[in-house]
């Protein structure tokens, strides 16, 4: 069945299990064959969630005729680029398009230390490279989306402008091709480990859009920045260690820009410190803290500080929201 609208039937399943998902699959296959035809799909593919499934999903029913473009804009986690030319090209035999804009974007930001002007840089920079490689392909009629049922809920409720490339220029408007548009999350991931999805793409915690970007508060320094990065790969690697991975909701490190005294090898230190934030919630509206194993703390502390450069310092973030929201901008 095609969905032609935006609104989930009252009797659809809920795909909870691999044979619900296979079902959704099969049908899927069947209505974007039927729309695309021998069309050719754009995809921006950020290696999140819902691009991610709805990528592997466009390249089991039309293979070569997806494109996919990822933008590496420098503001991904450790690794994240690596994992979508491993999966996608390399195992999913994806065409794939990988545009490293990393000297453009950071370029760009350098200095801007407003929270809504770097935002805004950082959307309106993404549109104008996608735009760019969009231009650059022949013979382009649809562009595919990871569209979630949530966001199509709060895009009616105002809360949320729909959506991810909404803001392409006129003469690249496409046909929307969105096969997960009914589906909420649970079912999303669901239906991506069906897909053959690894767990470590399918079950990640939220990353903002504006990525590293609003965990390196003011203005973006390349150091900071790799000191982010650094830093949050180390949590990431502690916290699957500690048996926390898929338990705790959101966990990620930030570095703001003051620095204070520190000691290291009998020698005076003047170096950030890394704030480390892990929560939990169920609506993003409240989040409690979650409270860390003495141990954890230590190795936190002494791995962050050993080896991240540019760090002499590691805190914790007590604070639930509200008062506090979970980013830091
Ligand atoms: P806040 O900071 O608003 O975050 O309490 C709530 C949740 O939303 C995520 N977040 C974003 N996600 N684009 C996104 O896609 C954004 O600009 C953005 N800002 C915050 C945040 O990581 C948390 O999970």
């Known amino acids: 069945m095609a969905y032609d609208s935006n609104k989930r039937p009252d009797d659809m399943v809920r795909i909870t299990t691999p044979e619900l998902a296979n079902a959704f699959i099969d049908e899927q296959i069947k209505a974007i064959k039927e729309q695309v035809g ?5 995809l921006a593919l950020s290696g999140g969630v819902d691009s991610s499934v709805c990528a592997a999903l466009l390249i089991k029913a039309i293979g070569d005729q997806l494109v996919c473009v990822h933008v590496n804009h420098g503001l991904l986690r450790k690794g994240e ?30 200095g801007v230390s407003d929270p809504e002007e770097k935002r805004h840089i950082i959307g309106e920079e993404f549109i104008d490279v996608f735009a760019e490689e969009a231009s650059k392909l022949e013979g382009i009629g649809f562009l595919g989306q990871g569209t979630i049922y949530p966001d199509i809920l709060e895009s009616d409720a105002g809360i949320k402008a729909h959506h991810n490339v909404g803001g392409l220029p006129e003469d690249l408007q496409f046909e929307l091709v969105e096969p997960v548009k009914l589906l909420y999350k649970d079912e999303v ?12 793409m399918v079950n990640r ?23 982010v990065r650094e830093s949050d790969a180390i949590l990431r690697e502690e916290f699957a260690k500690a048996g926390l991975e898929g338990k705790v909701w959101q966990y990620f490190t ?23 934030r892990a929560i939990n919630t169920i609506d993003v509206v409240e989040v409690t803290v979650e409270h860390l194993e003495p141990e954890l703390i230590d190795r936190l502390a002494a791995r962050i500080t050993s080896e991240v450069e540019g760090i002499n310092r590691v805190l914790y973030d007590f604070t639930p929201k509200p008062p506090a929201t979970v980013e830091y901008e």
């Open 38 to 42: 021998d069309g050719k799909v754009l």
């Open 189 to 200: 991931r669901v239906v991506g480990t069906a897909l053959g999805l690894p767990d470590s």
């Open 81 to 110: 680029p690596e994992q979508v030319i491993q999966v996608f090209r390399n195992e999913l035999g994806a065409n794939l398009i990988y545009v490293d804009a990393v000297d453009r974007f950071l370029d760009k930001l350098a």
């Open 205 to 227: 915690q939220p990353f903002p859009g504006p990525g590293l970007g609003v965990r390196c508060p003011g203005a973006i320094t390349r150091d900071r920045l790799e000191a």
């Open 254 to 276: 930030v570095v703001p820009e003051f620095k204070s005294t520190g000691i290291t090898d009998g020698k005076r230190t003047f170096a950030w410190p890394c704030i480390i």
